[in-house]
């Protein structure tokens, strides 16, 4: 079935340093790719999104591009702020048989030290 | 932007009672609503699919007669937890779909604490 992996946090990185988080996917068909944040104690938010292969999706100095010969979506930030310490979930949404699905990874923690 | 608010954001209630959490999408129609279930430091877990005017189709391992959900309008879905107990204590988000765009606006959440 479908599925999205994205790296273990978590992820400690000093101000202004460059971000990468990888995400990879499994889909049987053509989905759409999103990042979303969380902040501590709070729902999810929408981050960044791509619909089709070579889009590239951006918000906020955030930025992950559709890869769909190496099925990533990878996402990057050339330099982060203390206020980007949250959880960031990669997820995938596809309709699905009698419906629609979105299926998230594990989450990836980011603490970015003054 | 599009909106999705939940009601209430946090609760306490006693072992054997029921809760009832509210969503709703303040600025636009959603037919369809989804039910989600975090526990500390995890991803979401999907509870649930609420449709507009029919039966939610929940996923395997969810107890729909535990879980009630109801979506009675265009703009509003419940999840009743009933008879709850202390393993019931989660982070439950809902989120509405734009059909338009396949996106999904989440509310922020609801903290239940089960004592």
């Known amino acids: 079935g479908d599925s999205v992996t994205q790296m273990e946090g978590p992820v400690t990185l000093s101000e202004e340093a460059f971000l990468t988080i990888n995400c990879t996917y499994t889909?049987?068909?053509?989905?759409?790719l999103f990042w979303y944040v969380q902040y501590p104690g709070e729902g999810l938010q929408l981050l960044l999104k791509a619909t089709k292969a070579d889009d590239k999706g951006s918000n906020k100095g955030f930025e992950a591009t559709y890869r769909k010969e190496t099925t990533s979506f990878h996402l990057e930030k050339g330099s982060v702020q203390v206020s980007d310490s949250a959880v960031y979930f990669c997820a995938l949404s596809a309709p699905n048989t009698g419906g629609f699905k979105t299926i998230f990874g594990a989450g990836t923690r980011l603490f970015v030290k003054a | 932007g599009a909106v999705v608010s939940q009601h209430p954001s946090w609760v306490i209630c006693k072992s054997g009672t029921s809760v009832k959490i509210e969503c709703r999408s303040l600025?636009?129609?959603?037919?369809?609503m989804f039910w989600y279930r975090q526990f500390p430091k995890q991803s979401l877990m999907l509870m649930a699919t609420?449709?507009?005017?029919?039966?939610?189709?929940?996923e395997q391992g969810v107890e729909k007669d535990k879980f009630l959900i109801n979506h009675a309008s265009l703009t509003l879905s419940t999840l009743t937890v009933t008879s709850a107990h202390p393993e019931d204590s989660s982070f439950y988000i809902c989120s509405a779909l734009l059909r338009s765009s396949y996106e999904q606006y989440f509310g922020p959440g609801t903290r239940l604490t089960v004592t």
């Open positions: 600025d636009f129609q959603a037919t369809t």
């Open positions: 609420s449709n507009e005017g029919s039966k939610a189709t929940y």
């Open positions: 889909a049987t068909g053509y989905p759409s």
